[in-house]
């Protein structure tokens, strides 16, 4: 499935996800940055798989904090949080093929509001 969404830079290697309410929704981690002229611009993203946690990495690097509220549930040793979120790949087209830009999460409910045309099937050929 195929989502678009509104993206942010906020440094070289990391991004701000937007839905179409431009609540923030998820975060990207960026293989080689966005051009200068495709800052805060529409770009699809391909849902990979569900999570319930977010990216270590960031909530230590303190890049990226939950702010929607998330589900208890029961573990082992203890009472965790789940989240219900999306692994997501950033892709860029030439054409009909798709150029994987960058890896990141994306709140499952942001889905609803994401940009026209809404979540779509499509077929993706990565190149």
């Known amino acids: ?3 678009s969404y509104t993206v942010h830079a906020t440094s070289p290697t990391t991004a701000s996800i937007f839905d179409g309410d431009r609540a923030f929704c998820g975060h990207l981690f960026l293989n080689c940055g966005l051009p200068p002229s495709t800052h805060d611009s529409k770009f699809d993203v391909l849902i990979l ?3 319930q946690d977010w990216a270590g990495v960031a909530i230590e ?3 990226f904090k939950p702010s929607r ?3 208890p549930m029961e573990e082992e040793d203890g009472l ?3 989240l219900n979120i999306f692994w997501v790949m950033l892709i860029v087209w030439d054409g009909q093929i798709a150029e994987r830009r960058g890896i990141g999460q994306v709140y499952q409910h942001s889905l609803e509001s994401s940009l026209d045309p809404g979540p779509v099937w499509k077929e993706i050929v990565l190149g």
């Open 49 to 51: 798989s569900e999570s």
């Open 69 to 71: 509220p998330s589900i």
């Open 61 to 63: 690097g303190g890049l």
């Open 80 to 82: 965790q949080e789940k």
């Open 1 to 3: 499935m195929v989502a």
